[in-house]
């Protein structure tokens, strides 16, 4: 039994404790309360106390890529052009071997944890990557297994059986910290009729998904207009694909994909109807501000997410679009961001940062 003291306490889910403490027992979290309180009630306990600092809950880092930690640094020279990243991210990643991947996620994963993460939604093409590096690190997590390139219809059958043999192998690896899950890669790399049936395996096993959407520009070409960059490289592959003419998120709400309660990365370029569908399916929403400045995709509405009572967490994404794994840093960045926007309503403050760093990030990812 120990207990560590702090000046400050903050569980987040209650009031800031002025001279607090935490009495621990192994691994169980025995009480939180008044530092005289708590050493009155364990009097035989090794007493740790920090002084001038506060102790709060470990952060949620709910959308990552930790199999590309490597690549920090990386496409920093990569003009404002999306598919300019995408292709040089694919191509950095064909070049690495399974053991580079799965040491970079390991290096990703002791990043975070440095950082104050105690549990990651890791999104991986490589799944056993980054499900061996929350392991290794001893984290807590979702890993989402990605889907491959597959958007053409004609394809959905074999893409929904080879996913479907990955996540099954992948879960018999699950712990008591770490789960698995699946992640549709997007709209513009997954077919229509591939999504329904992911949708479909997702509600009858209680599958956790996340999905990258609306996250920018040439998606939302894509999918209101059909046309631009993602149009080019559909006929340049043969693949058949049919604009819904419609945003992203209602697309996925046709599909069934919401009633799913995804986890949704990113949520850029959403309207007021996108928003209202999000909570009306009680989807989540991982907020990636760093990573969408840093491309240009522009400003999700952080606040509005947060008034219509969506569960929103915060997401570093891979460090080849952040360069670093910070959850403080993340979220002064957002509240930064959210307070410089025209009509900022409500007003983010630092508590608002704290619960979706922790809080908001659990709920976000169930």
């Known amino acids: 039994m120990k207990i560590l003291a702090a000046n400050y306490v903050l569980p987040i889910s209650s009031e800031t404790i002025v001279g607090g403490a935490i009495a621990i027992d192994g691994s169980t979290i025995k009480r939180v309360g008044e530092r005289e309180t708590v050493i009155a009630e364990f009097p035989s306990a090794e007493v740790e ?21 490597s690549m920090r640094g990386a496409l920093d020279d990569v003009e404002h052009d999306f598919r300019s990243w995408l292709l040089k991210v694919q191509g950095l990643r064909s070049t690495m071997t399974d053991g580079e991947i799965e040491q970079a996620a390991i290096a990703g994963a002791r990043e975070g944890a440095a950082a104050g993460v105690t549990c990651f939604g890791d999104i991986g093409r490589n799944g056993k990557a980054g499900l061996k590096a929350l392991k290794t690190v001893g984290l807590r997590g979702i890993l989402f297994q990605e889907t491959e390139f597959s958007p053409d219809n004609r394809t959905a059958d074999d893409d929904f059986a080879k996913l479907g043999e990955k996540y099954e192998q992948l879960r018999k690896e699950e712990t008591e910290l770490v789960r698995v899950g699946i992640s549709p890669h997007s709209t513009y790399t997954v077919s229509s009729r591939l999504f329904e049936l992911i949708a479909q395996y997702s509600i009858l096993n209680r599958v956790p998904l996340s999905i990258h959407a609306a996250e920018a520009a040439d998606e939302m070409d894509l999918l209101i207009r059909g046309n631009g960059f993602f149009t080019e490289v559909y006929e340049k592959f043969g693949v058949e694909w049919q604009s819904p003419h419609c945003s992203p998120i209602e697309y996925l709400e046709r599909l069934g994909v919401l009633s799913t309660r995804p986890l949704l990365a990113h949520c850029v370029k959403v309207s007021g109807n996108d928003i209202e569908r999000i909570a009306a399916n009680g989807a ?7 990573s969408n400045a840093k491309f240009g ?12 009572r969506i569960s929103v967490g915060f997401g570093s994404d891979s460090v080849a679009s952040n360069n670093v794994c910070d959850l403080l840093e993340e979220g002064r960045f957002a509240a930064l961001v959210a307070r410089n926007l025209d009509e900022s309503d409500p007003f983010i403050s630092a508590r608002d940062i704290l619960d979706t760093a922790t809080l908001g990030g659990a709920r976000a990812l169930g």
């Open 284 to 290: 989540t929403v991982a907020h990636c501000p760093k």
């Open 297 to 308: 995709h522009g400003y999700a509405p952080f606040e509005k997410l947060i008034d219509a």
């Open 49 to 69: 106390d920090f002084g001038e600092a506060a102790i709060l809950p470990g952060f949620v880092n709910c959308h990552s890529h930790l199999e590309l930690s």
